[in-house]
């Protein structure tokens, strides 16, 4: 069950993160959440595979950081 949990919110702020990039200027900010962006979806790949669990928090987390810095 927290793996699903884990799961939509990782869905939920994707989307939010997606959207805010296209927002946002060319800045650093957007480099930076850009990156951050594009490390999220392979880490969750990974943590679904090999971990589960609480390593799941790890790509909401860059997602979350992403979400913050573009909302700035």
Do not use: D
Not at 35 to 57: E, H, Q, R, S
Not at 58 to 64: A, E
């Amino acid at each position: 069950m927290f793996e699903i949990l884990c799961t939509i919110l990782f869905v939920w702020l994707f989307i939010k993160v997606f959207g805010l990039v296209f927002k946002v200027a060319w800045s650093l900010t957007k480099v930076f959440a850009t990156i951050l962006f594009v490390m999220a979806l392979p880490a969750l790949i990974v943590c679904f595979i090999f971990a589960g669990g609480l390593l799941l928090l790890i790509p909401v987390g860059l997602l979350g950081l992403a979400f913050a810095l573009l909302s700035t």
